[in-house]
């Protein structure tokens, strides 16, 4: 299981924050295990850290009257994992997205975790205008930033129509509860943008089948959080600053018993003749996303609907996103650059969670 990669692009820009911290080689801030155990002396904290899909997932959790065994907990993780690579790595050629990306425009039956995983994918893409799309990967290659050894550039026109030929997630999949039809064997599923996100969902699942109710996961970024932290208090999570480069904590936001992701563009772009195109591609254009939004910070019920809706509103962009998050009752959190100066918008839900 690990090495084996299930999305692309740079993690996501969440930091999680609780009074003393520790900061990790990735930035991820986290209470150090020896002042979380000063808490609660009749419980156990458990900090488990490992490798999966081609980034660090770390976990934090609250062992009651430390009746609960390590190793067992790291044992459930690593087979939630593997579980999940073997079902949706597109690194991995005998994973299942990846035999569906292989064959024709047969009917497929889906495994129940996949299902689950395209219907939502399928939701976020309806109510998104189409700005979440699982069939993006062809301009993402074409762009430069997929896994290939292209380098990141501005394509000819031509190339973008004909990539755009082969995606389109509405035109080229036909996702009828627990089967699948593509339009024909060039229509290829890319999970990066929900697959972390239902990662972090199953090890949560598996972590509450000790009885553990506070805990934190958190895989690349994406995370959900579950009770409280060792001191009793709300999980805080920091959103990242959206400088590239600068890997300090922008705002803190409490987080209880939510999934929560974060989507920017100033960790993977390049600059061509003056133009600044970050690996935020928008299906409706084929192009990178060239508006003043530069942060998108969702938080809702799952890591799994966090992770995409994320994507969606950075593709949106504030002035639509917002009007998107009203309508559907998302806790929202943009992020905006004008200049040198940054400004925070948000939706109603987000801003009655912060209350």
Known sequence: MHGVRLWRGQPTELCAVAG????????????????????????????????????QYNVIAIAPNRQVQKPAVVAAIETALAEVNAQMSNWDPASEISRINAAGSETIQLSPALAHVLEGADSVHRASDGRFDVTVGPLIDLWGF????????????AEITAAMARTGQSRVLDIQGATLRKSGPEAGIYLSAIGKGHGVDRVAEAVRGFGITDF???IGGDLYTSGRNADGTAWQIGIENPVAGNRSVYRVAEVSDLGMATSGDYRNYFESDGTRYSHIIDPATGRPILHDTVSATVLTDSAMLADAWATAMLVLGRARGLEIAETEGLAVAFIDRTGDTFTTTESSRFAALQA
Not at 32 to 52: F, H, N, P, Q, Y
């Open 146 to 157: 997929g896994a290939g050894t292209t380098q990141p550039h501005v394509p000819a026109d």
């Open 216 to 218: 934190m996961v958190e």
């Open 20 to 55: 003393i911290t520790t900061i990790s080689r990735r930035s991820f801030l986290i209470m150090s295990a020896a002042a979380l155990a000063a808490c609660r002396e009749k419980d156990e904290v458990l900090k488990i850290t490992g490798m999966t899909m081609g980034t």
